[in-house]
């Protein structure tokens, strides 16, 4: 029977997911990569995993769309579970909130923390029959401190903070580990809209982040070296926050 572990990442195709199952990859693990769209993007990914001598997986489905998600994982994964899954997947759509619309609030909510809700609870019975198993949150430093224009993406990253530090206490003791870690301006396409040159001046290291060095933080959270931490946030953001 096979060693080899395997890491499900949700919204593995681009930014810090498709890092995040390339680092793991590297690390040893098989990749289940899941996307809402543009499944192009898997024949791109599923080459470099394979590169690392790796299997690759593909999952097509709506984190925002409970019976999608649950369709989708429980069919892979039957009556097992992956040993590690990262939750990366997330929106924005940034208002004012005296003129963010009723769609824009659900939008976020739904996809940013149902999201969790619909990929998380459809495994967390087998990792907990299994007793064993790492869930990684990719939340935001948004959900730390708040940023103004974005009252519905903080408080969607501030839920995940809260679940992960509750979910850390009801599953410890069944040997599941689950933490979060917290990029702050990370150059992604997320953030390609944003004046980063302005925003380097508030971090202290002067400079954005990079996929690779929040992958570096899930890698660590997924191996042995963090076998006794749970319930803790991980930031990765230059020291623009330090809590």
Not at 100 to 106: G, R, V, Y
């Amino acid at each position: 029977m096979s060693d080899v572990k395997t890491a499900l990442i949700i919204g593995a195709t681009r930014g810090i997911g498709r890092e995040c199952a390339l680092r793991l990859a590297q690390d040893g693990f098989d990749i289940v990569g899941t996307c809402r769209s543009n499944p192009e993007r898997f024949s791109e990914l599923e080459t470099v995993i394979k590169s690392c001598g790796r299997k690759f997986d593909a999952l097509a489905f709506d984190i925002a769309d409970r019976k999608a998600a649950e369709d989708a994982l429980c069919g892979f994964f039957g009556d097992g579970a992956p040993d590690v899954v990262v939750y990366n997947a997330g929106i924005r759509d940034d208002e004012i909130f005296a003129f963010m619309t009723p769609e824009q609030w659900d939008k976020v909510l739904n996809t940013n923390t149902g999201g969790f809700f619909n990929c998380i609870h459809p495994l967390i019975g087998n990792m907990i029959s299994r007793k064993n198993g790492r869930i990684i949150v990719i939340s935001s430093i948004s959900g730390q401190t708040g940023q103004p224009g974005q009252v519905n993406y903080s408080a969607s990253k501030a839920a995940l903070l809260g679940a992960v530090k509750a979910l850390a206490k009801e599953v410890a003791r069944k040997k599941i580990l689950v933490n979060a870690v917290t990029p702050g301006f990370i150059a992604t396409d997320m953030t390609e809209s944003m004046d980063l040159d302005q925003i380097k001046n508030l971090i202290p290291m002067r400079r954005t982040g990079t996929p690779r060095e929040v992958a570096g933080a899930v890698s660590f959270l997924a191996g042995e070296d963090s076998s006794y931490i749970t319930g803790q946030v991980i930031p990765v953001n230059g020291g623009l926050f330090i809590g």
